[in-house]
């Protein structure tokens, strides 16, 4: 088999331990599992072509143990056995879809495209089909890789599987040493100075590799196995605006929902049993929906949730996906009770390490504030526990995200507040009149017992 074949040959012992450590972990997991209960996820990636070619080597040394193996498949007579998933979007390099396509072809993947989000994808995909165990090409230095071996449960509020990751302690230049030493076809744009490829909207040629090409002015690049140091891998991706979704970035629209459109989104949460038990107001959530209003974004939710690691997870969990940013408050301090961040930890998937979530917790500091903001990911960790700490807090943070270019500022609702003494029923007439003939309008409506009825009439500028 040519892959096994050509690391046998080769005199490269790094590679080698590396292959066999990646056979060896592939192996385990096909003892765990049944071939129909694991499956491979394929992107055409640098990443996942040295896993197909790991995939099949084990299969290959897998059939060779046994007694009635005789002859040596070539390429394109062996089907590859594991059901093959690729999330095809949109907003993929045609290189890159072409070359998966082709692949499958070469090596008689049996291949679903899903064109779902991942979580959706696999949602739907063990719904129907009784894998366990996905394989992936997770590498360390990966931003997904944080927190994760080699074997690693899917996060807390994805579908129940093992990801599985037998090259996650393969560096930069391993990946090029196979791929080199096998003579295995990858995709074009890796000679084209691509390093990591992720969507046409975030990635570019890395500038590492660029040579200048003083006959017609036009930049060229060299291969990206030349790149001399690997932790520059991700230098050509685009740096996205702190790590949120990035439909909000390519057009500043990620909430679908017709009132919000054109809006970024924020959620807040805050952690309290104080709250829940109705010891003390959430004066702070309103004050923050109002702050959050006056720099144009939309607040999706405000949720209380208690003082309970898994409680603050699952929130979590679902909000830094449904929202550009999640802002967090109460549960944060040195008492047993203050489990905020270890809630954060979990919702990622990662472990606590000095008391903030390993790998993925940024401290954001600010002359004028006493201990730094505490940033992982799109989910804010404020420290103010009342609204007089809270506006300092805010000032700094907006200073803070808009000067390292995280934060968009967009301009507020344009508002208009009408006052009524009519009832609801007779003020529900006209009101439903004005949101038909101006569908850009949205209209809170705002019972008070004194006062009557005043409505909200919200308008993007
Ligand atoms: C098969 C598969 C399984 C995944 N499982 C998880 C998971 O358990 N937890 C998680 O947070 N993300 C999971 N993801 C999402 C990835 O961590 C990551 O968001 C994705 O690869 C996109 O990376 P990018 O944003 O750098 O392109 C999974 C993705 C795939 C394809
Ligand atoms: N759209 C996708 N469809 C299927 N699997 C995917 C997809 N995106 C990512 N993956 C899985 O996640 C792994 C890690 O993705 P990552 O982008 O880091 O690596 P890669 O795409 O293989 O290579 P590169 O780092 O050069 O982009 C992939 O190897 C693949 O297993
Ligand atoms: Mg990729």
């Known amino acids: 088999m040519e892959i096994d074949k050509a690391i046998r040959e080769s005199d490269d012992r790094r590679l080698k331990t590396k292959y066999n450590n990646a056979i060896y972990v592939i192996q385990r997991a096909l003892a765990l599992y049944s071939t129909e209960e694991v499956a491979f996820s394929f992107n055409g990636g640098k990443d996942s072509t040295v896993l197909l070619h790991l995939l099949r080597a084990s299969f290959y040394l897998h059939k060779a143990g046994k007694d009635n193996f005789t002859e040596d498949p070539g390429a394109g007579e062996f089907t590859f056995p594991i059901r093959t998933i690729y999330f095809e979007s949109p907003s993929a390099f045609p290189e890159i879809n072409s070359f998966t396509y082709d692949t499958a072809t070469t090596y008689k993947l049996q291949m679903d495209i899903i064109r779902l989000d991942f979580k959706s994808g696999l949602e739907a995909l063990l719904r129907a089909k009784p894998i366990r165990a996905i394989f992936l090409g997770v590498r360390i230095g990966d931003p997904t890789a944080v927190g994760q071996e080699q074997f690693s449960p899917s996060s807390p509020g994805w579908p129940p599987f093992m990801r599985v990751n037998p090259i996650l302690d393969w560096s930069y230049s391993d990946v090029w040493a196979f791929l080199l030493t096998c003579k295995v076809q990858y995709c074009s744009l890796y000679d084209q100075g691509y390093t990591s490829i992720g969507s046409i909207n975030d990635t570019v040629p890395n500038s590492l590799l660029s040579v200048s090409n003083s006959s017609n002015g036009k930049e060229k690049f060299r291969p990206a196995y030349m790149l001399p140091d690997g932790r520059l891998e991700r230098a050509g991706r685009v740096k996205k605006l702190s790590s949120w979704p990035l439909s909000a970035i390519s057009n500043g629209v990620k909430n679908e929902d017709s009132h919000w459109k054109g809006k970024f989104t924020a959620s807040v949460i805050a952690v309290g049993d104080e709250i829940l038990f109705g010891t003390i107001e959430n004066q702070m959530g309103s004050t923050l929906c109002r702050k959050i ?59 606590m390490m000095l008391q903030l979530p390993e790998g993925i917790a940024e401290l954001l500091h600010h002359e004028q504030l006493r201990t730094p903001l505490i940033k992982c990911q799109n989910v804010v960790i404020l420290s103010a526990t009342n609204v007089g700490e809270l506006d300092p807090e805010w000032h700094c943070l907006i200073e803070l995200m808009r000067s390292n270019g995280s934060l968009v500022i967009t301009e507020p609702f344009v508002s208009k507040r009408l006052e009524t003494t009519l009832s609801y029923v007779e003020a529900a007439q006209p009101l439903s009149e004005i949101s038909i003939k101006f569908p850009d309008i949205y209209i809170v409506v705002i019972v008070n017992q004194e006062m009557g009825l005043s409505s909200l009439l919200l308008k993007e500028r």
């Open 293 to 351: 209003h006056s720099i144009g974004w939309a607040v999706s939710q405000l949720a209380v949730t208690r003082n309970d690691v898994d409680y603050v997870a699952e929130e979590v969990e679902r909000r830094k996906s449904a929202n550009d940013m999640v802002f967090m408050y109460g549960g944060f301090g040195p008492l047993p009770s203050d489990i905020t961040l270890a809630g954060v930890a979990k919702a990622f998937g990662v472990r």
